[in-house]
């Protein structure tokens, strides 16, 4: 029984910047590489950013490199994203997950997911 608890989403204006929390449970947090998904209205989940499980690698879209930036604290089976410059299309539900890593993205490892935080980017 995997447990994800995101917490850390409000409301900003452009520019501004917004760090997420992720709380992991269920698993040996340390074994896994972690990712952040989002969803916006209307559109599927998209992969946002990843980490491998001892914090050496990241994985970033293309739409966010530059401006975000993800990290973990295996002490605490905590995972963040700091998201800096924010934009209006970034405004979306952002989930954690554990995550398999790709070439150059990650899907979620499983299929349950929390609910989510809520990011809004106002213009």
């Known amino acids: 029984q995997v447990q994800l608890v995101e917490s850390g989403g409000g409301l900003v204006q452009a520019g501004g910047s917004l760090r997420l929390s992720c709380a992991a449970s269920?698993?040996?947090?340390?074994?896994?590489?972690m990712g952040w998904f989002r969803q916006a209205p209307g559109k599927a989940r998209e992969f946002v950013a990843a980490?491998?499980?001892?914090?050496?690698?990241?994985y970033y879209a293309d739409s966010v490199k530059g401006r975000f930036t993800i990290s973990r604290d295996n002490a605490k089976n905590t995972v963040y994203l700091q998201m800096n410059s924010l934009k209006p299309e970034d405004t979306a539900v952002y989930y954690c997950?554990?995550?398999?890593?790709?070439?150059?993205?990650?899907?979620?490892?499983?299929?349950?997911w929390g609910q989510g935080t809520q990011v809004t980017v106002s213009s």
């Open positions: 997950n554990f995550a398999k890593i790709l070439s150059d993205s990650a899907r979620n490892l499983y299929d349950y």
């Open positions: 269920g698993r040996t947090f340390s074994n896994y590489a």
């Open positions: 980490i491998n499980w001892s914090g050496g690698s990241t």
